[in-house]
Nanobody, 125 residues
């Protein structure tokens, strides 16, 4: 299914995970694709985005630890997450801003048009 995230799990603090999602409808066409997360009882928080030019943006909270990438051959979007911390615990969603690209500049989830089923990441201290 398009934008359905996978790869979540439970890791100890300092661990790593790589999330992925199929995005054939969006890679190469959507102005910005990326990831956002939502912690239990919390609001949606933009995490990372990549635009049509391949430029990337990250939330300050994940900068230096997370890397967004896309495989255009397989139409897959990835989020490599290193040095995970308990505050990274959340459900992570793969998403697309089809027409404006605003999500990449702002990481504001309201700018997103489409997203799929999320995957839960739990980081224990």
């Amino acid at each position: 299914a398009q934008l359905e995230a996978s790869g979540g799990g439970s890791v100890p603090s300092g661990g790593s995970l790589t999330l992925s999602c199929a995005a054939s409808k969006y890679i190469g066409s959507a102005h910005c694709i990326g990831w956002f997360r939502q912690s239990p009882g919390g609001e949606r928080e933009g995490v990372a985005g990549v635009n049509l030019s391949g430029n990337t943006w990250y939330a300050d909270s994940v900068k230096g630890r997370f890397t967004i990438s896309q495989d255009k051959a397989s139409h897959t979007l990835y989020l490599q997450m290193n040095n995970l911390q308990p505050e990274d615990t959340a459900t992570y969603y793969c998403a697309a801003d089809r027409t404006t690209g605003v999500y990449c500049y702002t990481l504001a989830p309201d700018a997103l048009d489409d997203w799929g089923r999320g995957t839960l990441v739990t980081v224990s201290s």
